[in-house]
């Protein structure tokens, strides 16, 4: 029999999350650090929208691009929030979560040969999708010095004749990092000179605790070559939705939707319901639960200084990223110990790129009380370690 | 130390009142001395009143009766509805009374142990009052959520225990 299979599906790693969920899965009594969603539920008067509409029976596809009223309430949000302005008509499509937009944005915008810069540590599906669209990913190995911002040395450096997109991942997971204003500027000037394009991925932008979001699409000359990718995911706790957004240059929206027309249809009705009313009376929930990640953020970073675990201050999304290289482990010998000594279950840095080596995922979407016993745990399991030494 | 301080402390412990001062510091980025200063600030103040324990009665086998009443009553010249109202909350049956608007004037939540104990309150000392008009009792049958918490529903955490 021939071979099923395509040649590139055979390139491309399983997601390195797999093997360490399967074996944490199966432990009792494991507290787990590793989850990448909110740990709230999606705001009442949100749900009971997608109910409502379910009981009126709508219950049939909406147009390709999503519904009308919700890329407008869109467009108004990043206006109001972001400054920066859209046409819900042709510059905006409501994808199936943030990475149905990635998928179809690089499918839509390059070519085999061509060149993604993408910095690490970053989320799973940058690179894949690179690949599958036939790109060429080209990693950055962000640097914890650099407290895993983007540098411009860096992007120069990566920077060829055949790059064509830049990734954007900010605010990020797994790091926590963030790209502020005076950082993106000089992103800016160097994809305007190079004529390169940018993918920003702003699905954590409501989770900052430093100011204001910014995005690179409101600075000068990078409207036209910027698609932003957002969703209601991380900002609403509506991850089981499965509901994204892309904004950009109609000339690339119109290609993308052509592309969510064939494979995908439109994005589930329920939940542009729901969204609208997310968009439309949902910003007293967000700034709640901003403030109550802040918190959280704040007790780790606590924690990590008190047993005198290295890490940077982070500023986004829920993630912190704390530094074990004086273990002399490897991240997942780390986790895979943490998790046998202690019950504990946190993600190898690896998992987001082999420049995570040496760090680990914690994420602080759980309760102040989860999170004070996890600290117990892992302040327990390092001053065995040092002991030991 | 300003106002929006007092508020976030407020905010951080309104549905806990037995965390500790350090975790209302560190997760707020004060000082443990400025939350213990701020909160017996308040409590001096008479703006923290109480620190009390949110109980559901109905799995303890003690038996309690909750009733509501709607009172209507003649307000007093200069007095207005203070008086009967001060009258009325005295009582230590009496949790909570309200000056209500609408169709009636006072809302009083009250607890005793049996049925005859609420009705004989509410006949006896309640009406009798010079200027109370009339009673409305309505018993609680069932507390679904008090306080902003959902009784009966502990949730567990459905997620996967990890996803990237």
Redesign the interface.
Known sequence: MRDPLSQVIGTIKP?G?RK??DI??ERKD?I?L????P?F?TPWHIRDEGIFSLEKGRTFYTSNSGLIELRTEICNYYDRRFKVSYDPKKETIITVGGSEAIDIAFRAMLDPGDEVIIPQPS???YEPCAILAGAKPVIIELKNEDEFRLTPEELEEAITDKTKILVLPYPN?PTGAIMEEADLVKIAKICVERDIFVLSDEIYAELSYKGDHVTVASLPGMRERTIVINGFSKAYAMTGWRLGYAMGPAKIIEQMTKIHQFAIMCAPTTSQYAAVEALKNGDDDVKMMR?SYD??R??LM?AFAEMGLPCFEPFGAFYVFPDIREFNMTSEEFAFALLDAKKL?V?PGT??GDCGEGFLRISYAYS?EKLRIAMERISDFIEDLRNKK | MNSDVRKEILGYIERNARVDLKEVAVCLGLTEVDVANELSAMESEGIICGYHTLIDWEKVTEERIHALIEVKVTPKRDKGFDDVAERIYKYPEVQSTYLISGGFDLLVFMEGKTLREISTFVSQKLSTLDSVLSTTTHFILHKYKDYGVIFNKKKEDERMIMTP
């Open positions: 997601s999350i360490f969920f944490a899965s494991t787990s590793g989850v990448g969603e740990d539920d989320y799973v599906s997971n403030t918190q959280r704040k007790f606590n279950a993600v998992a987001f102040i």
